[in-house]
């Protein structure tokens, strides 16, 4: 079975940043894309990033592009979210799933698996 853990939420103040990590369990990770997604209180959750499995295409949402960057260490089996610039839309729940195809994904029902999600909270 496939499971992943988040980690490296918290509660940051408007313009700082913070690095999300996703550490996934399952035998071939290299063949899977990974995305991130967030969900604030009261909206649907929405596509932040992904990136493919071997090569290493990377997908961001127009609202995080500039600001976020996504990264995978195949050796470890996770990935990373470096978030710079922090802005209090940003503030969410935020869960990395796993899609088994090795492409760039976008589409939200194409995932497979999805962690528990860990919690950003950005102060204006």
């Known amino acids: 079975e496939v499971q992943l853990v988040e980690s490296g939420g918290g509660l940051v103040q408007a313009g700082g940043s913070l690095r999300l990590s996703c550490a996934v369990s399952v035998f071939t990770f290299e063949d899977y894309a990974i995305g991130w997604f967030r969900q604030a209180p009261g909206k649907e959750r929405e596509g932040v990033s992904c990136?493919?499995?071997?090569?290493?295409?990377?997908y961001y949402a127009d609202s995080v592009k500039g600001r976020f960057t996504i990264s995978r260490d195949n050796d470890k089996n996770t990935v990373y979210l470096e978030m710079n610039s922090l802005k209090p839309e940003d503030t969410a729940i935020y869960y990395c799933?796993?899609?088994?195809?090795?492409?760039?994904?976008?589409?939200?029902?194409?995932?497979?698996?999805w962690g528990q999600g860990t919690q950003v909270t950005v102060s204006s």
């Open positions: 990136i493919s499995g071997k090569d290493g295409t990377t």
């Open positions: 799933a796993v899609a088994q195809v090795p492409t760039v994904v976008t589409t939200t029902r194409r995932y497979d698996y």
